[in-house]
DNA sequence: ATTGTTGTACTAACCACATAATACAATAAA
DNA sequence: TTTATTGTATTATGTGGTTAGTACAACAAT
């Protein structure tokens, strides 16, 4: 299936995004191979170049390392992932809390709006 | 203050939501005068045309309403203030604990983390 | 009546993003 | 050695967002 990718933001940012968390995840192993820029261009559905601009940005970030003309892997150092992992995590839930405020939900009316969602998927899994 | 604008979206976006929000939170109560283009253009330092921009977006949701010569107000429509509300926060909750999800946390560690944010935020106020 | 403010429309210019089309050097694979 | 694949660089083109500047009609305030 072609990347869903929002025309509101650019698209080499949403990119890295899921390349990121596509490596948090694990889905891409510490250590492991990723797919050329030709290959993941052509599965997103983007231009090479701008597989390439979201692999130079990883790549600035630490999570990906270039062999020339081997390809790419995800970095081994572990303690990073799980340090970006926490950062993100961390990130996203502070901007999901000030949000909710500024919306007037309270604390505890957060919590429930949580529980609901988790709750209803519950019965999916 | 200048508004806080991320160089990474659309300004106009940025505008519209952040206007959103002091809508449905009271800060721009029903019925209420909205400020000029060219006045919140300049507290919020952006050329009026962005701003004209992002008002008629509000407009076409029917947040706001125009007198064609004698600025802009919030609508009087506080059934529909309500129901924006809790469809914006429904769409943060899901997209929040989806991406929570795909980092690899479970329910009861995003349970946890949310409370952390607010134990903290607690101390402060 | 005059003045000022309102929303609105228009043009020109600039810039970032994205795509398309090539091209090249380095190296793995055959 | 030859071929294919890799990352990388370059140029050109199109699009959309943003700003700047200007202008106009409608109406409130004076």
Redesign the pocket.
């Known amino acids: 299936m072609a990347w869903e990718l929002d025309s ?7 990119l890295v995004e899921r390349i990121q968390v596509q490596i948090i995840s694990g889905y891409y192993p510490p250590g492991g191979k ?6 993941l261009a052509a599965v997103a ?6 597989m ?2 979201a ?2 940005e990883l ?1 600035r970030e630490g999570l990906i390392v ?7 892997t995800v970095t081994e150092d572990e303690t990073l992932l799980k340090g970006i992992r926490m950062q993100m995590a961390r990130e996203k839930v502070d901007v999901f809390v000030q949000t909710l405020k500024e919306l007037g939900f309270s604390q505890q009316e957060i919590l429930s709006l949580i529980q609901d969602v988790i709750e209803g998927e519950g019965k999916n899994e």
């Open positions: 509101d933001r650019p698209i080499y940012t949403q990723l797919p050329s820029v030709r290959d559905a983007v231009n090479p170049n701008t390439q601009k692999f130079a790549e270039t062999q020339r003309t081997n390809g790419r």
